[in-house]
């Protein structure tokens, strides 16, 4: 005979059963999310990752890339801009960040400007070059973050 869970456990059963929903109710809107609005691959000039829990890594290769897009819910991403040469005209990344981070890596002879809004925090890990000209940046990057963090590392070719 089967006896009936402990009342400690019936009354949280509601809550966990709920918050399980709305974390695979979250889940599956990223999917349909990522699916509708990612665009390009590592080789392409524009790329743009939608993504909520789990983590992303993409390295761009493409010389000529312009535009870097990730929009993140509950999830982490690395950023790895170390493999292609210094642009002409700069690359803008955009970052916009919900209870996540990311980790953005440039070379260390790169100059990088950016402008952070919201809550939390945004910095270079002190060899990083940052520069308050936006026009004369290799990197731009535009980040709004809710509870969220972003880093910006140099890193060798």
Do not use: C, Y
Request: charged content about 25%; overall charge positive.
């Amino acid at each position: 005979m089967r006896r009936p869970p402990a009342p400690v456990l019936r009354k949280l059963r509601p809550w966990i059963i709920g918050w399980i929903a709305v974390q695979a109710s979250v889940a599956a809107l990223g999917r349909l999310a990522a699916w509708r609005k990612d665009e390009g691959d590592e080789s392409s000039t524009s790329i743009r990752r939608v993504l909520t829990h789990g983590g992303l890594e993409l390295h761009p290769r493409n010389p000529g890339l312009s535009r870097l897009r990730v929009d993140m819910a509950m999830a982490g991403a690395e950023i790895d801009l170390t493999g292609i040469p210094q642009p002409d005209q700069g690359i803008d990344l955009t970052l916009r960040v919900l209870m996540g981070g990311a980790a953005v890596q440039v070379p260390a002879d790169w100059r990088v400007w950016w402008r952070f809004r919201g809550v939390g925090g945004m910095g270079g890990d002190g060899v990083v070059q940052r520069t308050h000209d936006e026009h004369a940046a290799d990197v731009r990057i535009h980040a709004i973050a809710v509870f969220g963090g972003i880093g910006i590392e140099a890193g060798g070719r």
